[in-house]
């Protein structure tokens, strides 16, 4: 008698099978239908799932994202310039005014800036 014959010579190693790590006296395993092994064998664990990827932008809502962050990026660049202008020319009359003026163009450049790098959080005024 051969040890293919024999029974308790194979074993099936498929994790998911109801007859892993079982004994069974078949080259198949009959619950999985998979090839078994012989009982020295170990259980192979299965492999690990992949975590679900996000789903890429397309091209258009690429384009439409550039597209925001300039528009609005640049308006806000723009209201910095104004009131950086605005702030130095006030100076000589009142130097309160040109401070105020000063931190509203510090604040729209920072704004610009976080826009431009990609921010979410995109307002206007008019």
């Known amino acids: 008698m051969s040890t293919a014959d024999r029974t308790d010579s194979f074993v099936c190693v498929n994790p998911q099978c109801t007859a892993a790590g079982r004994a069974i ?14 009982a ?20 258009v809502e690429k384009g439409m994202e550039i597209g925001s962050r300039v528009f609005f990026g640049g ?19 009142n130097p309160g005014a040109g401070m105020v003026g000063l931190v509203i163009a510090v604040l729209a450049g920072l704004y610009a800036r976080y826009i431009f790098r990609g921010g979410r959080w995109r307002i206007m005024f008019w």
């Open 40 to 59: 020295g064998a170990t259980i192979r664990s299965a492999p690990a799932a992949r975590p679900p990827q996000p789903a890429r932008p397309s091209r």
């Open 75 to 93: 308006f806000w660049a723009l209201v910095a310039v104004v009131a950086t202008v605005a702030a130095l020319a006030s100076f000589g009359s």
């Open 25 to 38: 006296n078949r080259t198949s395993c009959a619950s999985c239908g998979r090839p078994a092994q012989t």
